[in-house]
């Protein structure tokens, strides 16, 4: 998997370009052995992240911060403090539990024995309670009827490694320490960390950067020793300060996890936000932590866009970062080149940005994005269509830039929504060129029921790519979702799809079939194809955006059966993973005493996966603005597979919104902006 360059080392304004890790010697630090290939990255799965980009804390469950692997206080993709280690009476306290309370704070519980205690019950808890911005609280509470005067020493230590670095297994040494304030200091390289305490130690030790304490505890009660990891520069959280564009939003309904998911969600995304260095106003979602603590444009905007019912704000602030880096590439928003599994070659995400854009925008508009955000993205939108136009040449088909052409499915899919949403935006601004465009999609429809369908007995495929002599590229893997996610028009309609009505039916049973639906959310390679892997993630593993991607467009096809299923499955996995879902997870086949099975290397929180909960919520309701034209309409699921539900705190024309759907699969909208009228 590659990294994205945190942004304090990535260019100004512009979106971090990913790196694979470097090859790791045999002695570094958690490092994998030397070879010629990439350094096996640290799992990350049983490890607790607290996120508020730039800042994260990562710590094993147990709570002690011992240097090994990613555990530290980050801050700008640099490690201020990798070890610190707390013992209490010369001992470690023995852990009970570690757990996040909020996207950004965990809190891990041990306990300590001491020479007094009569029995196998411990006397003292130790309470942790760490923050992603570098404080931690420690609280010994004795539960002892005398007084206990006890010996507490924290060992710190650092390397102020790079956390690319880190993740390739090339970690730096441990730093030497000195004596500062009332704490420690450890400098290297022009770079600074600083933990300070309160209350001050009685005693520090730099040799072995060890603090020291002897606490007086009453009987039954405690004492407090706040550390504070902080550099020499300070950098704001976009999340937690004026620059956040996400609302407080709530979820009720009968089934109860769903205000937990929509919490989760928007908790997550809030902690992914970062400022555009160039541009602090504009403020734009990482794609996810660990390893991908950077921009990148095209899940970026996926995320914006499954984010517009929280507002519009956070789509135009993304938009204007990405619309700066579209000089000098003709239009085309860079991007870098993803895996794209064992049966294609690595495709541009680029492209694939650059044809989300006039989407995310024309979308954001129906949703009630300011006229004056309108009017400064709209000339970006042009040259993104432009591109197409350029790239698109005289064939009907968008092929991959370089040599071999190849013609990719999912490509036509967002080529022929950008042009559909793209002809809707120009019209309604009153830019020559719509008439162009729709023309151009209607001959892209034609040409792909025909030429990308491949038949057989067991009623066809759609191919996921042709190759530039015209042969398919048969296997069926989960890109094939996005021949459903036809994109949103005015009145509340949505645009035509590439897939006539049989051909849609025929996707939509193979997407609920047993090989694509694990029973935990839609696989990314087809069970049945050559080289599936339910752990590679783009062979077989479990993509939650591309799962909520087909939940909805099965859901707008009418497929309300497989829709359900794989919502069901995806709500179940979620719960599972403490409705904070991973970017990916294994494809393993369900069973009844079976649970879903972790990446070791999956980012969560990620962008893509925040927002899919708030994505499949606004599903389930079916909320479809025209803010222009005045009016919502909603098209809730009629089978309500999560029986009642009412979302309140949206953002609809930007004022409140609220609206429920019923067990029997009917909408009422509940809360609105004046003059906002249910449509028809």
């Known amino acids: 998997m590659a990294l994205i360059v945190p942004p304090s080392s990535a260019g100004r304004g512009t979106p971090a370009q990913p790196r694979r890790p470097a090859p790791a010697s045999a002695s570094a630090k958690g490092g994998a052995p030397g070879g010629g290939g990439p350094a096996e990255l640290p799992a990350v799965h049983t490890l607790i992240v607290c996120a508020d980009l730039p800042s994260l804390a990562i710590s094993a469950e147990h709570g002690q911060l011992t240097g090994r692997g990613l555990e530290g206080f980050y801050q700008a993709g640099r490690r201020l403090l990798s070890r ?23 809190r891990f519980m ?58 390739a297994g090339r970690p730096g040494p441990d730093l030497p320490a ?26 520090a030790l730099a040799s072995a950067g060890l603090l020291r304490w002897e606490m007086e505890l009453p009987p039954g009660g405690s004492r407090t020793i706040e550390l504070r990891v902080r550099t020499e520069r300070a950098v704001r959280s976009a999340g937690k300060t004026g620059g956040c564009p996400l609302p407080e939003v709530s979820a009720e309904g009968d089934d109860p996890r769903v205000r937990e998911l929509l919490r989760t969600s928007v908790d997550d995304l809030r902690s992914l936000l970062m400022r555009d260095p160039a541009h602090p106003s504009d403020v734009y979602p990482a794609a996810g932590i660990p390893w991908r603590c950077g921009l990148a444009p095209a899940e970026a905007l996926w995320a914006v866009r499954a984010a517009l019912p929280l507002g519009t704000r956070l789509a135009a602030n993304t938009m204007r970062t990405l619309a700066r880096t579209q000089a000098g590439g003709g239009g085309r928003i860079p991007g870098p080149f993803r895996d794209a599994g064992p049966h294609l070659p690595a495709g541009c995400t680029g492209v694939e940005a650059t044809l989300a854009f006039p989407v995310v925008l024309a979308e954001a508009r129906r949703w009630g994005l300011p006229e004056q955000d309108l009017a400064e993205l709209l000339p970006a939108a ?47 601004c ?41 042969r398919h590229v048969p296997h069926l893997g989960g890109t094939a979702v996005h021949l459903l996610d036809t994109g949103l028009l005015g009145a509340g309609q949505l645009a035509p799809g590439l897939l006539d009505k049989v051909q849609t039916e025929q996707l939509a049973r193979l997407l609920g079939s047993p090989s694509m639906d694990s029973g935990w959310g839609l696989r990314g390679l087809g069970a049945k194809e050559a080289a599936h892997n339910p752990f590679g993630h783009r062979s ?32 179940d996995a979620a719960t599972a993973f403490g409705h904070r879902l991973p970017e990916m997870y294994a494809g393993e086949q369900r069973t009844a005493d079976s649970s879903p099975l972790p990446h070791p290397a999956a980012c969560r929180p990620a962008a893509v996966s925040a927002t899919a909960g708030i994505h499949l919520l606004a599903t389930l309701v079916g909320i479809r603005p025209d803010a222009p034209a005045g009016t919502v309409r909603l098209a809730p699921l009629s089978s309500a597979p999560l029986g009642a539900l009412q979302l309140s705190g949206l953002r609809v024309a930007g004022e409140p919104f609220a609206a429920r759907v019923s067990r029997l699969g009917l909408g009422m909208v509940e809360e609105a902006a004046d003059g906002l009228q249910l449509g028809v």
Do not use: N
């Open 382 to 428: 042009e040259r993104c269509l432009e591109w197409l136009r350029t790239a698109v040449g005289d064939d009907v088909y968008l092929r991959d830039p370089g040599p071999g052409g190849l013609r990719r499915a999912e490509t036509q899919a967002h080529a022929h929504r950008a042009a559909l949403l793209g002809a809707d935006l120009l019209e309604s």
């Open 110 to 167: 041990a306990v300590v024995r001491t020479p007094g205690d009569g029995g196998p019950d411990p006397g003292v808890a130790v309470e942790r309670i760490r923050t992603a911005d570098g404080t931690e609280r420690i609280t010994l509470r004795s539960s002892l009827p005398r007084p206990l005067r006890i010996p507490v020493e924290i060992t710190l230590g650092t390397d102020l490694a790079d956390l690319g670095a880190i993740g």
């Open 178 to 203: 000195s004596v500062h304030d009332s704490g420690m200091r450890w400098t290297a390289g022009g770079a600074h960390a600083m933990v300070t305490a309160d209350p001050p130690p009685g005693d």
């Open 84 to 106: 610190c280690v707390l013992r209490v009476a010369g001992r470690e306290p023995v852990p009970v539990q570690g757990r996040l309370a909020a996207a950004d704070r965990a």
């Open 540 to 571: 077989g593993a479990v993509r939650v955006h591309e799962t909520a991607v087909a939940i909805s467009g099965l859901a707008a096809a009418g497929y309300e059966k497989e829709a359900g299923s794989l919502l069901r499955g995806l709500l």
């Open 430 to 470: 009153g830019r020559p060129g719509a008439d162009g465009w729709r023309q151009w999609a209607a001959a892209l429809r034609r040409g792909f029921r025909e030429e990308f369908w491949i038949d057989d007995r067991a009623g066809g495929r759609p191919a996921a790519a042709r190759t530039a002599d015209g």
